[in-house]
């Protein structure tokens, strides 16, 4: 059986920080490569960050380089998304995602497993 279990969002303040935090278990522990995503309200799901298992290859979005960081913990089974200096318009609801194999780290549909998402709020 494979999941993902994400947790760490809220509601926090412009310019404050969160971390999130992805637990791989099952199948997702021997997967490539991790990845995350969110979306708001009304909008396309879209990619945030991504990193690989071995090798720690990292891929942002542009709209988040600079504030935040993707890590790994490979004992733990876990990825970690740090983020500050956020702002309103980070908003959403931030799903983690394994790559069983090589492929694009920025489609949605590259990805096999997801995670029951995790709400992020920024206030103004």
């Known amino acids: 059986q494979a999941q993902l279990v994400e947790s760490g969002g809220g509601l926090v303040q412009a310019g404050g920080s969160l971390r999130l935090s992805c637990a791989a278990s099952?199948?997702?522990?021997?997967?490539?490569?991790m990845g995350w995503f969110r979306q708001a309200p009304g909008k396309e799901r879209e990619f945030v960050a991504a990193t690989s298992w071995i090798g720690g290859n990292l891929y942002y979005a542009d709209s988040v380089k600079g504030r935040f960081t993707i890590s790994r913990d490979n004992a733990k089974n876990t990825v970690y998304l740090q983020m500050n200096s956020l702002k309103p318009e980070d908003t959403a609801v931030y799903y983690c995602?394994?790559?069983?194999?090589?492929?694009?780290?920025?489609?949605?549909?590259?990805?096999?497993?997801w995670g029951q998402g995790t709400q992020v709020t920024v206030s103004s």
């Open positions: 995602a394994a790559r069983m194999k090589l492929g694009n780290w920025y489609r949605m549909n590259e990805y096999d497993y």
């Open positions: 099952g199948r997702t522990r021997s997967s490539y490569a």
